[in-house]
């Protein structure tokens, strides 16, 4: 599947902006974590951009929320470890834990994008340009603050050998990268 014909799928399941904004975003982040554990980057990107494919049809209902996806794109004959990454970036849909790289760096990195881009948010300006890594780090400690993502999500991030510091830099000078595209 081509990134055109991603991105048209994309656009046919889910309507929400800021839904699409996040699976952009998960995409440049997958790209950039790809690029520093030597993987593949159009896969990785792959699974990064469709990964959320299924929020509006499962309402985001956590017990199938992947299903829906994994079932789209084996249809239209995506590769299987893709669609399984995509799949165990939501445990709960499964019954199974998390075991590879892929599959841990899928969870981690969508889940990072919620807490960069909560602390966008918080600043003056709300452009990723003005963003710290440490400020991202230390919002991470804050439990109140973006409490709807997961810490231990992206704390994954070190089953795949990067500590948070560095997994927070590549990933926001990542989403640095589509700023534009992502309105921040």
């Known amino acids: 599947m081509t990134r055109d014909d991603a991105v048209a799928l994309l656009t046919q399941y889910i309507t929400n902006e800021r839904m699409i904004h996040h699976c952009y975003a998960t995409e440049s982040v997958m790209r950039a974590l790809a690029r520093r554990l030597g993987r593949d980057e159009e896969q990785w990107a792959l699974a990064g951009l469709l990964h959320d494919l299924d929020v509006e049809i499962t309402n985001a209902d956590l017990t199938i929320h992947g299903t829906e996806t994994a079932r789209i794109l084996k249809e239209k004959g995506v590769d299987a470890e893709i669609i399984d990454a995509i799949l165990m970036h939501n445990e709960q849909a499964t019954g199974r834990k998390r075991s590879t790289e892929f599959q841990h760096a899928l969870a981690a990195g969508e889940t990072i994008t919620g807490l960069i881009i909560a602390t966008t948010m918080v600043y003056p300006d709300k452009r990723l340009t003005s963003v710290k890594a440490q400020s991202v780090v230390k919002r991470m400690k804050e439990r109140a603050f973006a409490a709807s993502v997961s810490r231990e999500n ?10 948070l510091v560095e997994f927070v830099e590549i990933c926001l000078e990542a989403m640095r990268g589509i700023s534009t595209t992502l309105g921040l």
């Open 154 to 163: 992206i704390m994954e991030c070190e089953k795949i050998g990067i500590p």
